[in-house]
């Protein structure tokens, strides 16, 4: 008689599956167990502005358009007078406040002072970085760069901000949850200065545009007036010259400047030369604040649209925004410079021949 086996009949298992099996067995434990770590913040910087040789500015967010995650901070560098507020309708730039007892007109002070220190959280509300001031001047120049910070810590979506000072200076950023994958800052970095680069290289293209149709030893018109172009300016890329830096007329003709009329950037024609700080000081409102007081003398035009100036006393358009024209008519021989009392290093020169 034969015993049944109750052991299988099946051969065992090499020693190298039963080892890959248990591999695969804690494997999958730890995969369990683990805690993916939490992702770092990152910082991403956003230029705002530019500025090139040849007076060439640029009025833009480098980069207009940034991806984060939640929790990134976001530091701008402004190279020029700019604030960043997030909102998609500016502000008026200027506004009346009493000061001293008079009712002055005063840079607007929610464009001109911060809402929330530097590197606080952007949670979705109304925040203004500020303009670059200190207590007692503008902060500006070519070597100047101000910066200000935030943390993005808002729900996924598109937040819009502007520059209230120069209308149509946009930028979004977008937060993205954490799953989706964004560029990372040296990469966005790169770009931005990339493009920043193409543009004032296209400003220098706009220049030599201009000048290819200028004559190289200029004459007075034969009749009428000449014309001057108060800067040039393209979407964000602004040239801040005459053209033609060198205007030749004769006496009892006009030169009349004209500004762009798809610009943001105000212009004068000013004589003799004033700094700018003259028009713009620090004073105390009655209420106490420390308020940016324009004077009215920047306001009101010296000489009459169109009327005489023999060089004497005090040349001034008064402000001459996009579309705007200045005339002014030159009776007697000599030589007439001027500048922009706005933009540093715009500078100009009538030069004035005896009638024929």
């Not at 065992?12 to 913040?41: H, K, T």
């Not at 997030?86 to 005063?106: H, Y």
């Not at 324009?294 to 009327?307: A, M, R, W």
Request: glycine share 8%; charged share 15%.
């Amino acid at each position: 008689m034969h015993r049944l086996s109750l052991r299988s009949a099946a051969p065992p298992l090499p020693r190298f599956i039963l080892l890959l099996l248990l591999l695969v067995l804690l494997g999958g434990m730890m995969a369990v167990n683990a805690q993916s770590p939490e992702r770092a913040p990152q910082t991403y910087t956003i230029h705002a502005g530019a500025a090139g040789p040849g007076n060439v500015r640029l009025l833009t967010f480098y980069p207009a358009n940034v991806q984060v995650h939640r929790g990134d901070t976001i530091v701008w560098q402004v190279h020029d007078f700019h604030n960043m507020r997030f909102d998609t309708e500016p502000l008026p730039l200027f506004v009346e406040a009493e000061v001293e007892g008079q009712t002055a007109l005063t840079l607007n002070a929610d464009i001109l002072f911060p809402n929330v220190e530097d590197g606080a959280a952007f949670q979705g509300s109304e925040i203004n970085t500020g303009a670059p001031v200190d207590e007692n001047a503008i902060i500006d120049g070519p070597d100047s760069v101000w910066t200000f910070s935030v943390v993005m810590d808002a729900p996924p979506g598109t937040y819009v901000y502007l520059c209230d000072i120069h209308p149509g200076m946009i930028g979004t950023i977008t937060i993205v949850d954490d799953s989706i994958a964004v560029p990372d800052p040296q990469t966005v970095a790169a770009d931005a200065t990339e493009q920043m680069q193409r543009d004032i290289y296209n400003g220098f293209l706009m220049s030599h545009e201009i000048e290819q149709h200028q004559h190289p030893n200029p004459q007075p018109p034969a009749e009428g007036e000449a014309r001057v172009l108060t800067g040039l300016q393209r979407g964000g890329i602004s040239v801040d010259r005459f053209f033609p830096e060198v205007t030749v007329i004769r006496a009892g003709q006009s030169v009349t400047w004209a500004t762009p009329v798809d610009g943001n950037v105000p212009h004068s024609v000013t004589w003799p030369y004033q700094p700018r700080e003259e028009f713009f000081k620090f004073q105390t409102s009655n209420d106490g604040m420390n308020l940016l007081v324009v004077d009215s003398v920047l306001l009101i035009p010296t000489v009459e649209n169109g009327g005489d100036w023999s060089g004497e006393g005090f040349l001034h358009s008064g402000v001459l925004l996009p579309g705007d024209t200045f005339t002014a008519r030159f009776p007697e021989p000599g030589v007439y410079p001027f500048m922009d009392i706005f933009e540093r290093g715009m500078t100009g020169v009538v030069v004035v021949l005896a009638e024929e």
